[in-house]
């Protein structure tokens, strides 16, 4: 997989729960999970309680100390695998040692902090056995923040092509991990997530997937169903600000048309996590950014990254409703 060793090697997997199911199940999740024991069983449990019974639970922890291992020794369910290669390796490493072992044809996600809802496989599933050219799915979600909850609803769109790939590199559609159900041999064929990347991993993956499907499986469907909720914890990943710059420089590394052909969408990137340096007083922050920025080549002159700022947000708002998407045939003209 990309960025790594090979995962799933017999020596990475240890305190298998179970044989795999035979034959194949429908689906397998895969649940990476380190250090979340006060949430981790929730999360196994939401998906034990789904509506259809054919899939398999991989479980990989990457090196918890907090219990981990000695909680999923007791867990009986037949579905249920664990892999332990014992030490901390990253949730990507972790994704990809569970995306090795799938022994289904599509694999889903979720997070160790997240839960599914009932029906989270099954609609997803029903999309890509009715639909072969859509290589992956993306569910809406409920959100816990710390305001209260709301509804992240997506589009109801298929996309595929440029259109597609478009969508993902504009952030035009929000990526999470435990929203994405993608067809296995795709995801093995894009080379599995980015084992570097600490963050915006998920979008990336999806990106190489849209890349490589383009002659086969070459669209994505966008499902309004509520499927999982996500929760707010204070020390998760995805709520941690003062990375965010260093993690952009990181993802465009993966990905230099942030910084060539797509350059103002690079820029924008960097002007709103600069903004929010500065707005939450984190001035040492926003100078560590900035040499980072330049470095990476994300910066113009002053009245250049204000009028990409303000072409990208202008066409992001324009594109964000499920009509304008779905006429979507890549980027604009000139980009």
Avoid at 44 to 70: P, R, W, Y
Wanted: include cysteine; proline fraction near 5%.
């Amino acid at each position: 997989m990309s960025g790594g060793s090979t995962p799933g090697a017999a020596g990475d997997m240890q305190g298998s729960m179970s044989v795999a199911l035979s034959p194949a199940p429908r689906c397998t999740v895969v649940l990476p999970t380190y250090n979340r024991l006060r949430t981790l069983p929730r999360a196994v449990a939401s998906v034990l309680a789904q509506d259809m019974a054919d899939f398999e639970l991989i479980v990989v922890d990457d090196g918890s100390s907090d219990g981990t291992i000695a909680w999923l020794a007791t867990q009986t369910d037949p579905r249920l695998r664990v892999i332990a290669p014992g030490r901390n390796q990253g949730v990507s490493v972790a994704r990809n040692l569970g995306l090795a072992a799938a022994t289904a044809p599509v694999v889903a996600f979720l997070d160790s902090d997240d839960v599914y809802r009932p029906n989270r496989l099954s609609v997803p599933l029903g999309v890509l056995e009715a639909q072969p050219d859509v290589a992956f799915t993306l569910s809406s979600a409920q959100k816990q923040m710390r305001d209260g909850h709301h509804v992240a609803l997506l589009p109801d769109v298929k996309l595929a092509g440029a259109a597609l790939e478009w969508a993902l590199v504009c952030d035009l559609v929000g990526v999470e991990t435990s929203s994405v159900t993608v067809r296995t041999d795709a995801a093995r064929a894009a080379g599995g997530f980015c084992e570097i990347l600490r963050r915006t991993e998920d979008r990336e993956f999806l990106i190489r997937v849209a890349q490589h499907s383009a002659t086969s499986h070459g669209a994505a469907r966008f499902l309004p169903d509520v499927l999982w909720e996500k929760s707010w914890l204070d020390d998760s990943l995805s709520n941690e600000r003062l990375g965010a710059g260093r993690d952009l420089v990181a993802y465009v590394a993966q990905r230099p048309e942030y910084v060539g052909r797509f350059g103002a969408v690079g820029r924008y990137f960097a002007v709103r996590i600069m903004v929010d340096d500065f707005k939450r007083g984190h001035l040492a922050t926003l100078a560590r950014d900035l040499r980072g920025f330049q470095a990476a080549g994300l910066l113009a002159g002053p009245s250049h990254m204000l009028r990409d700022y303000r072409l990208v947000r202008a066409h992001r708002r324009a594109y964000s409703n499920s009509v304008a998407l779905a006429s979507l045939d890549g980027p604009p003209h000139g980009w």
